[in-house]
């Protein structure tokens, strides 16, 4: 939703010296509340009370009042995610992307881990000058979005990318879906939603999609924990993010579609696959 500026009449200037200074009071109340809630008093009720407000949702609040750039996913889009993320968190939460949306995603799971994976590293920094709380890492993507149709063809030729069953991500510098070069907490963590709005791909030298598509099918069928891995999978309009969302995320397990965004509920392997059915492919 576009920004609209409401200017009051010129010749009213009581109405313009009432409309300042609300805006004046309600941003020094942000601030004030922001400063409150980086106290010790406020982190010591904050430990006692699960409903209390956390530092990273006052930031997210005085950033989005503030700020004129909103995020790039619809309301409606926002609003399946979120509404899915309410219900886990707190959570271990993994978003492929880091942008103008970050803080919101992060304010949305404040007592669990929202960790944000991010090809640029200037990126990176840019956007925690303003949003400091974050938790980034820079991803090195070993594809180029002119390969997705070569890669989707040669996958299950190569021993270390399929079949799912022993397919692995950590050090796997033969499979180049693989992202072989994550840190170590990505690994160790099963992660219980996934977003995927990165890396880039709309340009042929580009990145594209397939890598961390891949990649979250297969933390996801390696899940050790109850219940399912929720993946959340934006830009279904363009036609690699749709193919390679077919072959590895799989239509039987989309539950929901709105806009340019997918929703799909991946159970563990071990819960939906009898003796040899892995072997047989990702869906």
Same mark, same amino acid.
């Given at each position: ?53 956390? +530092? ?64 640029? +590293? ?36 190569? +021993? ?124």
């Amino acid at each position: 939703m576009k920004n609209r500026r409401f200017l009051p009449d010129n010749n009213n200037p009581c109405l313009l010296l009432v409309l300042l200074s609300g805006l004046i009071g309600g941003e020094f109340l942000i601030i004030v509340f922001l400063r409150a809630a980086d106290s010790p008093l406020t982190h010591s009720a904050a430990s006692t009370s699960p409903l209390a407000t956390t +530092p990273i949702q006052l930031r997210a609040i005085l950033h989005y009042a503030t700020s004129p750039v909103v995020p790039q996913q619809t309301l409606d889009e926002i609003t399946l995610s979120f509404d899915v993320l309410r219900s886990l968190s707190p959570c271990n939460f993994l978003v492929f992307g880091l942008g103008h949306d970050s803080l919101m995603w992060a304010s949305f799971n404040p007592r669990g881990n929202t960790l944000f994976l991010e090809e640029d +590293p200037r990126w990176i920094q840019s956007i925690l000058k303003n949003a400091p709380d974050l938790q980034a890492h820079t991803v090195n993507y070993r594809t180029k979005l002119s390969e997705s149709k070569a890669l989707l063809k040669s996958y299950k030729s190569e +021993p270390d990318c399929f079949p799912p069953d022993k397919a692995f991500l950590k050090n796997n510098d033969k499979c180049r879906l693989a992202l072989s070069g994550l840190p170590n907490e990505v690994y160790d963590k099963e992660w219980d939603m996934i977003m995927i709005d990165a890396p880039r791909g709309w340009f042929a030298e580009a990145p594209g999609r397939m890598a961390a598509i891949y990649s979250a099918a297969v933390m996801a069928r390696k899940r050790k924990g109850s219940g399912v891995t929720h993946v959340f999978l934006h830009d279904v309009d363009r036609r690699v993010e749709k193919a390679y969302a077919k072959e590895f995320l799989c239509r039987k397990y989309l539950v929901k579609g709105v806009g340019r965004l997918w929703h799909f509920e991946i159970p563990p392997a071990a819960n939906v696959s009898g003796e040899g059915r892995e072997s047989a492919g990702f869906c």
